[in-house]
């Protein structure tokens, strides 16, 4: 593989299409105050989490509440050949949301509704605005969660749409093995039906999975079919600290090995402590630690906590601390939810690029122990955190966004981790998707015959290129 510059990632240069006065006269005739070009409202939609903050806002913003508005929405905007970039909270880190080619923002947020709980087939079906916390709390009286945590209380989805996966994915898997069926705008207006609520199929095409990780690129997702899960009858949690980052590496490691079907597992690095320490007034040990859970019945969960605690007491783990209760746990995991806003607090001003990379798990340890020796001698402050069960961790870099040299630095730490893991066997990115900025680590991971079968792909569902142009890759 030729590894080409970091500058070979950044955004390319795209240029913007122009948005006829009849179409925003369209678009207000048919939404009325739901279509707005307020400034603020504008920036608002074109902005989210990456450090990409250069890139014009929209032209207008359409809030859709209904299947039927996101359809009238697109066919407009297809009439006009204009690009149609979907929205739901703003979480995206790599870009996915920002107008590179002009358009219309269509913000979905307000398709805000459970559609359906079906408790004894495991399943519920909602729109794509519904957060994941809002999703548990309506169907806790059940007995069942939704287990996918990316952290941020993201839209389900723009969790579909990123193939997000989060703290539970090692015992419950990504977005990928828990979205059952979808409702999806096409770039003509038309709304298709992906899967079922059936658990498996062999009819046709799986276009769910195609859907799931598309990015926005090839339809726009109003509504989704999810799996469900009892709530565990016991859980578990747990902290542990490390004198080094490779002790808390192999306890994770020794533990995927040998098959203890841990929950989460959550590996924290000591700079990150000390900014969640600072953030939420906690007073946890400044070294590297691991957050664990643990889920199945009490006898159960003893058995895998003990096997845990076992395993990092030879690898020097220590100050264990355990919580049962609810209050306890959410103390516990206070850490690290609160671990992306402590780091950026911990330098006023800065701005976050973040990054992930996921790798087998028997490299995690080489893999990370590398980036982390890299990180320390480029003098750039940076947190870690990483859902390291499965091979999965995020770096981010924090820069001053008007020092083009620190900005550089963190590009070429940035590339030297990405190659790092595709050397290793992994992935450029394990949850946090392609959008601009790892459209360049997409091809040498996949390689051009891949990503040419992608574009195909594209072409063929979305001719005119109007669903989140410049994303995935630049046509």
């Known amino acids: 593989m030729n590894a080409p510059t970091p500058t070979a990632h950044l955004m390319p240069t795209l240029a913007l299409r122009e948005v006829p006065p009849a179409l925003i006269a369209a678009l207000q005739a048919r939404f009325g105050a739901n279509c707005s070009t307020a400034q603020v409202i504008r920036e608002q939609h074109g902005r989210d989490e990456s450090a990409f903050t250069t890139v014009p806002p929209p032209a207008a913003v359409v809030f859709a509440e209904s299947t039927e508005d996101v359809q009238d929405a697109v066919r407009l905007c297809a009439q006009h050949q204009v690009p149609v970039i979907p929205f739901g909270v703003g979480s995206s880190l790599e870009g996915h949301l920002l107008a590179v080619q002009g358009g219309i923002s269509l913000d979905v947020s307000r398709m805000n509704r459970v559609l359906a709980i079906n408790p004894e087939d495991l399943t519920v079906t909602v729109q794509p605005g519904v957060t994941r916390k809002q999703l548990n709390e309506e169907i806790k009286s059940t007995g069942l969660f939704f287990p996918i945590d990316p952290g941020a209380d993201a839209s389900i989805g723009g969790m579909c749409a990123t193939r997000a996966s989060g703290t539970n994915a090692v015992r419950y898997g990504t977005m990928r093995e828990n979205v059952l069926a979808l409702e999806v705008v096409t770039a003509q207006g038309q709304a298709i039906r992906t899967g079922t609520r059936a658990k498996k199929s062999s009819a046709g095409y799986d276009l769910t999975r195609l859907m799931v990780g598309s990015e926005g690129t090839l339809g726009v997702m109003t509504e989704i079919t999810l799996r469900i899960y009892p709530l565990p009858e016991a859980i578990s949690a747990a902290i542990c600290s490390f004198p080094s980052i490779a002790d808390a590496v192999h306890t994770v490691i020794e533990t995927i090995q040998l098959g203890v079907p841990i929950a989460r597992v959550e590996l924290i690095d000591h700079n990150t402590v000390r900014m969640v320490n600072a953030y939420a007034k906690l007073g946890l040990r400044e070294e590297p630690m691991l957050l664990m859970e643990f889920h199945g019945s009490p006898a159960g969960v003893k058995e895998q906590a003990e096997t845990v605690q076992a395993i990092a007491s030879e ?161």
């Open 315 to 475: 690898h020097s783990g220590k100050a264990f601390e355990w919580a049962t209760t609810p209050e306890e746990r959410t103390r516990l995991w206070t850490a690290r939810h609160n671990a992306y806003f402590a780091a950026i607090q911990s330098k006023p001003g800065c701005r976050a690029i973040s990054t992930d990379t996921c790798v087998p798990i028997s490299k995690l340890a080489d893999c990370l122990l590398d980036s982390i020796a890299e990180a320390d001698a480029s003098g750039i402050p940076y947190f870690l955190v990483g859902h390291v069960g499965d091979g999965n961790f995020h770096f981010g870099y924090l820069i001053d966004p008007d020092n083009a040299q620190e900005f550089a630095t963190a590009e070429a730490l940035n590339h030297q981790l990405v190659a790092r893991a595709l050397r290793l066997g992994g992935t450029c990115t394990g949850e946090h998707g392609v959008g601009l900025h790892k459209m360049g680590f997409l091809r040498d991971e996949a390689g051009d015959g891949a990503v040419e079968m992608m574009r195909t792909l594209k072409r063929a569902l979305d001719p005119d290129n109007i669903l989140n142009p410049g994303k995935i890759f630049a046509q």
